[in-house]
């Protein structure tokens, strides 16, 4: 079965300070790639996705990711963060061989002026 | 506009009394599932449909069931709530799996 690890929990950075959110994940078979943002008391809307073909996939609010297959990471990246940014962001997983998607814990992006 | 919409937003009940939350869809999505989000263990899977008729199980299935009698509404049940299951559920869309999901605002539940 497929899983995904967030390893932190929680991470702070100054306002316009670049900033990467991690995510590591575990499968047998071919996987697909999700990031989703959590704004404050709202559902989950999704940032990127990665399917296939290039490993630097551009998502919404200058938010990019970049598959790596030997690391097992789709790690999220911003090269300058602004105080809107300020949400829970969620890693996902899912495989063709079922139709489970698997969400990480979450990372809290903290923004400090 | 195009949106997934659950009911009600806050719920309280009391331990073994039997609740619905409904969940329904106006984007004739095939795929529809429900999540359950608490602090430090993010969103866990608890069922999901990819048509009508057709449910599986998640990763915590237990004490809920659900039904997909149609294609736009995925009802979320509880025939005896207990208070582990005092949690925030998502009900959630797509038009097939590798699409993105269309989430619902939430369902605020207290079981006391």
């Known amino acids: 079965a497929q899983s995904v690890t967030q390893l932190d929990s929680q991470v702070p950075v100054f306002e316009e300070a670049p900033v990467e959110l991690r995510c590591n994940y575990s499968?047998?078979?071919?996987?697909?790639l999700f990031w989703y943002v959590q704004y404050p008391n709202q559902g989950l809307q999704l940032l990127l996705k990665?399917?296939?073909?290039?490993?630097l996939v551009k998502g919404i609010n200058g938010f990019e990711a970049e598959f790596n297959k030997s690391q097992t990471s789709f790690h999220l990246r911003k090269p300058s963060v602004h105080i809107s940014d300020t949400a829970e962001y969620f890693c996902?997983?899912?495989?063709?061989?079922?139709?489970?998607?698997?969400f990480g814990k979450g990372t809290r992006l903290h923004i400090l002026p | 506009e195009a949106q997934v919409t659950q009911n009600p937003r806050y719920l309280i009940t009391v331990t073994g009394k039997k609740l619905t939350v409904t969940c329904s869809q106006n984007?004739?999505?095939?795929?529809m599932s429900w999540y359950r989000q608490d602090p430090g263990l993010g969103l866990r899977q608890i069922y999901y449909?990819?048509?009508?008729?057709?449910?599986d199980k998640g990763d915590v299935p237990e004490g809920y069931k659900v039904s997909r009698k149609e294609k736009r509404n995925f009802p979320l049940i509880l025939e005896s709530p207990s208070p582990n299951q005092t949690s925030l559920y998502f009900c959630?869309?797509?038009?097939?799996?590798?699409?993105?999901?269309?989430f619902g605002s939430g369902t605020q539940l207290s079981v006391l």
């Open positions: 499968s047998s078979v071919s996987v697909y």
């Open positions: 959630a869309s797509s038009p097939r799996t590798l699409e993105k999901l269309f």
């Open positions: 990665y399917l296939s073909g290039s490993t």
């Open positions: 996902a997983v899912t495989t063709n061989r079922d139709d489970k998607i698997i």
């Open positions: 984007m004739n999505h095939e795929y």
């Open positions: 449909s990819m048509n009508v008729e057709v449910t």
